[in-house]
């Protein structure tokens, strides 16, 4: 028997060695972590106030509270899931609570870990109490629990309740709660959490410190995922980071929650990459859709259905396909009204998106994102998703090049007061057809209709650079738009149908609009024009002034020249002006000689 046991307290000794002089480490030993492994979400959760991301105006009233000694008896904190009320909940009741052979009042600085706080964050501190109201919605259940808040606390300085999902108690609970949360005993502390604040009763609210804890913004929530895959020894794709905090809408533990589970995705030591991430998550190619996006706004049907078709047999879901539209519309109307530089995408993606933004008008915007809505919900309900997909994108194709019902006006008006002269076809169809033409196929068809013969002859441009671009403003006589257009733009890029370009400070405010409606009008075709932050090359301007300088300091440096100046002091260069070279007549033989010897 004794033989028996001495296995068992080796086993449980750990300091006990075997008979050949080794540890007695037990050799199940990583089976036992694996399976108490615990979740990113539980294992990287904010251990002091400092750790709370995005919360630093909460943080901020409640460390000026702390230390003026202004600590409010209740405190009520409401916010989407994931951004912290639990958590923070916790902290406060260590903070209440918190207390060292240094310090022994409430203080958010909870570098150390105090009397209180171990058991506090393990659940099994007697003073603090942390209850569930969807578990105990009555009055009696109220009752019971406010019965124990007029004794004191047993080993702590505070008595603290924390109640989740306070907006599940019912009526009679919430008024057995009001008495006592409008006059509590000294020793007692009340913080409230819920997602729902509008169910909360007035009375509740008006008796407590609120505190709305806001959503995280991506790019704090793609620093916290950069800092717990580094100590998880964890490589993931920056644009697969920001997969992540996009797809969590503001939620710091979804986020986590997704990160666990994308660094799965690859074996050890290999980078977990964004199409693997888009996959977990369910997402298209956003590249893609925006593609897809500018083809719809472009009014190409066809080319948006192959596009759409491609996504679907990769798997991207038609609802999915239609809130990314919907997300794409929504970035180009911001990026239209603040900049590209509100939208948290790359910065590639940003500019195609304000690209859009700065092609289409603020109404049609507008009015694509009410379809969308209403395709979105047709998608949704149709038997088959895919066919309604197809159908939502060529009514939108459709409708993107229409004009708005003002354009409509404005361009009916127009042709109405336009002259009448004689029009190809004669008589007064030809300017009712001109208005036709005008609403359905844009002011170029109008254009051609009411123009002379010659100019129906006329090619329509093809432009292949910027510098084409100038000399079309120039061929039109268009004077003013071709001076902002030389001394306000700075090309970056320049493809058919898009130009990107960096504005000089000082332009007029609607110059790509202007640039997008005219060439629009001369070319036939709609036209994408985005303004960035910077990479733009010199302007037609800048590089005449250079050009100028650069001819003028050739001057300067010209021996001659320098020889005229230094012959006649204070001498100094005015201008310089290319003078036409003189036509030199031909010599006939003869002629110079009689020449000379007059």
């Known amino acids: 028997m004794a033989e028996d046991d001495e296995p068992e307290t080796l086993e449980r000794d750990p300091n006990t060695s075997d008979m050949f002089g080794a540890p007695a480490a037990p050799p199940p030993a990583p089976v036992e972590e694996s399976a108490a492994y615990t979740v990113i979400a539980r294992k990287y959760r904010p251990q002091t106030f400092d750790d709370l991301y995005g919360q630093e105006a909460m943080v901020r009233t409640l460390r000026n509270a702390f230390a003026s000694g202004r600590i409010a008896h209740a405190f009520m904190l409401t916010g989407v899931r994931g951004v912290g009320k639990t958590t923070t909940a916790r902290l406060l009741a260590r903070a209440l609570n918190y207390e060292t052979d240094a310090i022994h009042e409430p203080t958010l600085d909870l570098t150390e870990e105090g009397r209180h706080c171990r058991s506090i964050i393990e659940g099994r501190h007697m003073d603090v109490l942390e209850l569930d109201a969807a578990s105990r919605t009555g009055v009696n259940d109220m009752r019971e629990l406010l019965d124990g808040v007029r004794y004191a606390p047993v080993e702590a300085r505070y008595?603290?309740?924390i109640i989740d999902e306070v907006h599940m108690l019912s009526t009679g609970a919430f008024n057995a709660l009001l008495k006592t949360l409008e006059e509590p005993p000294p020793h007692a502390k009340f913080i409230f959490a819920t997602t729902e604040i509008r169910k909360v009763p007035v009375t509740i609210l008006s008796r407590c410190q609120r505190f709305d804890l806001r959503r995280v913004e991506p790019d704090v929530i793609v620093k916290n995922l950069d800092m717990i895959a580094g100590k998880e020894g964890a490589q993931v794709e920056p644009e697969g980071m920001l997969l992540i905090a996009r797809a969590a809408e503001g939620s710091m533990r979804d986020a986590q929650s997704m990160l666990d589970q994308a660094i799965v995705q690859a074996e050890a030591g290999q980078m977990v990459t964004a199409a693997s991430i888009r996959d977990m998550l369910g997402l298209a190619d956003r590249a893609q859709t925006i593609s897809l996006f500018e083809q719809v706004m472009r009014g190409q049907a066809g080319p948006a259905v192959e596009t759409f078709r491609s996504l679907y047999n990769f798997g991207a879901e038609p609802g999915q396909v239609m809130l990314d539209l919907m997300d794409h519309t929504h970035g180009a109307s911001v990026a239209k009204?603040?900049?590209?530089?509100?939208?948290?995408?790359?910065?590639?993606?940003?500019?195609?998106?304000?690209?859009?933004?700065?092609?289409?008008?603020a109404g049609n915007l507008s009015r694509i994102w009410q379809m969308l809505l209403k395709a979105h919900e047709e998608v949704r309900r149709a038997p088959d998703a895919a066919a309604a997909c197809d159908m939502a994108l060529i009514r939108l194709a459709y409708a993107a090049?229409?004009?708005?019902p003002e354009e409509a006006l404005k361009r009916l008006a127009a042709g109405d007061s336009m002259p009448s002269g004689p029009a190809p076809g004669g008589g007064g169809g030809g300017g009712g057809g001109g208005a036709t033409a005008s609403l359905g196929g844009g002011v170029t068809a109008q254009a051609r209709v009411m123009a002379p013969p010659q100019e129906q002859a006329d090619a329509v441009p093809t432009l292949n650079s910027f510098a084409d671009v100038l000399n079309l403003i120039k061929a039109k006589r268009d004077i003013v738009l071709q001076l902002d257009v030389e001394r306000f733009v700075r090309p970056i890029s320049f493809r058919q149908g898009a130009i990107e370009y960096e504005p000089v400070p000082g332009g007029p405010n609607n110059l790509a609009q202007r640039l997008v409606t005219r060439l629009k009008e001369w070319t036939g075709q709609p036209w994408l024009i985005a303004a960035r932050g910077g990479g733009g090359t010199?302007?037609?301007?800048?590089?005449?002034?250079?050009?100028?300088?650069?001819v003028r300091a050739e001057i300067e440096a010209d021996p001659f020249v320098l020889s005229v100046m230094q012959a006649f002091p204070g001498t100094e260069i005015v201008g310089v002006r290319n003078l036409p070279q003189p036509d030199i007549a031909p010599v006939i033989e003869g002629v110079e000689d009689d020449e000379d010897e007059e």
């Open 159 to 161: 008595k603290v309740y």
């Open 538 to 550: 010199e302007s037609a301007w800048e590089r005449q002034k250079r050009e100028a300088q650069e």
């Open 337 to 361: 009204a603040i900049g590209p530089q509100a939208l948290t995408l790359p910065k590639e993606q940003a500019a195609r998106l304000a690209a859009v933004g700065a092609a289409v008008s």
């Open 401 to 404: 090049d229409l004009p708005g």
